[in-house]
Structure formats: structure tokens, C-alpha cells
């Protein structure tokens, strides 16, 4: 099993830029979760899907970012236009049964720098 | 917001010693986790506790819960210098969401 797996690993660019984050959850995984890092706040829930449809999207900070899961195997998440204070590590995470009964298995992140 | 917050923020030992990590929380919970996460990396799950569960073990690691105090521990024994790492405790509640602490880094001296 390769674990979850988000591309690119580092992303620079400039502000007002749109940043396209991508993952691919483990196989067989029900539920895809994008959280954010920064120093400031630590680790922030954005949105989880369940099956593809989201769930809980109370987390994304404003209508510049947005979320998709096209099928089971592909998510993105989509900053246009990027701001400075979006930089951050964005992590997608997966797990079989939610987050309440099994545990959460990370990719190794996206470290966005918008300048 | 974050539900769990670690104690200490920072914690250096030397090989060999135990680690202790703690975690507060404010709201009933269905489960608590445990996180590593190395530089660089994403999290590592280590071990989940579930709400009717007093304690739990899994190599080097036991975790405590004690929901009446809303707080948790981590105690890592015998450490080593790949423990270095920092650790966070979640929290599961009903809506299959997890709610991070701040985190403790751990840095085991060799």
C-alpha cells in the first residue's frame, strides 16, 4: 500500500494565482479529510468527504478555496485567488471509517508558499 | 479552534528516560488519538483510545484517559533518539470529524 499520496510536495507562487492541490487516498477508504498547519493555528480541519460527497465544509475560510472528489481515488483542493496568509502545509488525510472509530492515515503534505 | 491542548509545549529528556505527554480537552468525546509527526512529514497515527477505556498499551506507549478530567497521557518509555518527533493528541466527537491539539515536541538527546 502506497498511503496517501498529494502532489506537488512544495508549491511557490504568486499572489492572485489560482493552486491546485491534489490526493490520492488509500484504496478502499471511505472517508478523505483536508486539513491546513501553519504555526499560528496548528492543524485545522477544512472539509471530509464521505464516499465522495462532502460533509462538513464549515472549515474552508472563505469562497476562494474549494473542494472536490470526483471519484474515489482523486481529490483537489483549489485556492484562486491565492493570498499570502494561505501559505501553509496542507495535509489530506484518509480513513476507512471515519475519524470516530479508525484512525487517520496523512499524506506528507503540500508546503504552499504564496508570495 | 482546537479542543486539545498538550502539556508541555516543549520537552527535552536524554536517551533512555520516559516521556511523558499530557492532553486537556473541553467536550465530551467519542475517542482520543494519538499523533506523531516528524519534520517535514505528515501525522503517524499511534495509538486510539476509545471514551470507555481507561488505559491502552502498544510497545513503548501507554495512554491514559480519564474522562472525568477531560485529559489524557502519553508516556513513552525506555526513549530513543528516533522518538524526536512532536506529538498531538485529537479528538473524535459525533460528525466523524478530528479536533488537533498544539502539539509537544519531544527531542530525545542521545
Known amino acids: 500500500d502506497a498511503g496517501v499520496i498529494q502532489s506537488p510536495r512544495h508549491e511557490v507562487t504568486e499572489m492572485g494565482q489560482e493552486v491546485t492541490l491534489r490526493c490520492k487516498p488509500i484504496?478502499?477508504?471511505?472517508?478523505l479529510f483536508w486539513y491546513r498547519q501553519t504555526m499560528m493555528r496548528g492543524l485545522e480541519l477544512l472539509i471530509y468527504?464521505?464516499?465522495?460527497?462532502?460533509?462538513?465544509d464549515s472549515g474552508m475560510p472563505e469562497d476562494r478555496f474549494s473542494a472536490k472528489m470526483p471519484n474515489a481515488s482523486f481529490s483537489t483542493l483549489k485556492i484562486q485567488p491565492s493570498e499570502p496568509r494561505d501559505s501553509a502545509v496542507y495535509f489530506c488525510?484518509?480513513?476507512?471509517?471515519?475519524?470516530?472509530?479508525?484512525?487517520?492515515?496523512f499524506g506528507n503534505g503540500t508546503r504552499l508558499t504564496v508570495t | 479552534s482546537q479542543q486539545g491542548e498538550e502539556d508541555p509545549q516543549a520537552l527535552s529528556i536524554q536517551e533512555g528516560e520516559n516521556a511523558t505527554m499530557n492532553c486537556s480537552y473541553k467536550?465530551?468525546?467519542?475517542?482520543l488519538q494519538w499523533y506523531r509527526q516528524n519534520s517535514g512529514r505528515g501525522l503517524v497515527h499511534l495509538i486510539l483510545i476509545r471514551s470507555n477505556e481507561r488505559e491502552k498499551h502498544s510497545g513503548r506507549l501507554r495512554v491514559t484517559l480519564d474522562t472525568s478530567k477531560k485529559s489524557s497521557s502519553l508516556l513513552i518509555t525506555a526513549s530513543r533518539a528516533a522518538d524526536t518527533a512532536s506529538y498531538f493528541c485529537a479528538t473524535g466527537n459525533a460528525g466523524n470529524m478530528l479536533t488537533f491539539g498544539g502539539g509537544t515536541r519531544l527531542m530525545v538527546k542521545p
Open positions: 467536550t465530551s468525546i467519542n475517542n
Open positions: 468527504f464521505n464516499n465522495n460527497v462532502p460533509i462538513d
Open positions: 484504496s478502499g477508504h471511505d472517508y
Open positions: 488525510a484518509s480513513s476507512y471509517n471515519g475519524a470516530v472509530y479508525s484512525p487517520l492515515h
